[in-house]
Nanobody, 127 residues
Framework: QVQLQESGGGLVQAGGSLRLSCAAS????????MGWFRQAPGKEREFVAA????????YYADSVKGRFTISRDDAKNTVYLQMNSLKPEDTAVYYC????????????????????WGQGTQATVSS
């Protein structure tokens, strides 16, 4: 069982940056594939970025490619989402998600691919 807790959201002007963190409990975090998703009001939860076991592979939604970077620090049981050049359309609640996938470099881009979810952190980008 893994518990996930996001932090780092806030209010920022367009063009600014935020760094989201997701801290995980448990001793097997390094074996987990992790993802970030977001959900804007009235919209479905959508994929943002994912990182595989040991951080070998990363994947991004086209809408954030080149602006967002996902990374992980297994020693700290934490996954990050660095968000640069933010736009008002990036405004959403951001969720981190995880699944136990050791020795697995597959891409997991769907909400149904993940077992564990955090409570979310709000990121608001003003124009």
């Amino acid at each position: 069982q893994v518990q996930l807790q996001e932090s780092g959201g806030g209010l920022v002007q367009a063009g600014g940056s935020l760094r989201l963190s997701c801290a995980a409990s448990g001793r097997t975090f390094s074996s987990y594939a992790m993802g970030w998703f977001r959900q804007a009001p009235g919209k479905e939860r959508e994929f943002v970025a994912a990182i595989s076991w040991r951080g070998v592979n990363t994947y991004y939604a086209d809408s954030v490619k080149g602006r967002f970077t996902i990374s992980r620090d297994d020693a700290k049981n934490t996954v990050y989402l660095q968000m640069n050049s933010l736009k008002p359309e990036d405004t959403a609640v951001y969720y981190c998600a995880g699944r136990n996938s050791p020795y697995d470099y597959s891409r997991y881009l769907r909400t149904s691919d993940y077992v564990y979810w955090g409570q979310g952190t709000q990121a608001t980008v003003s124009s």
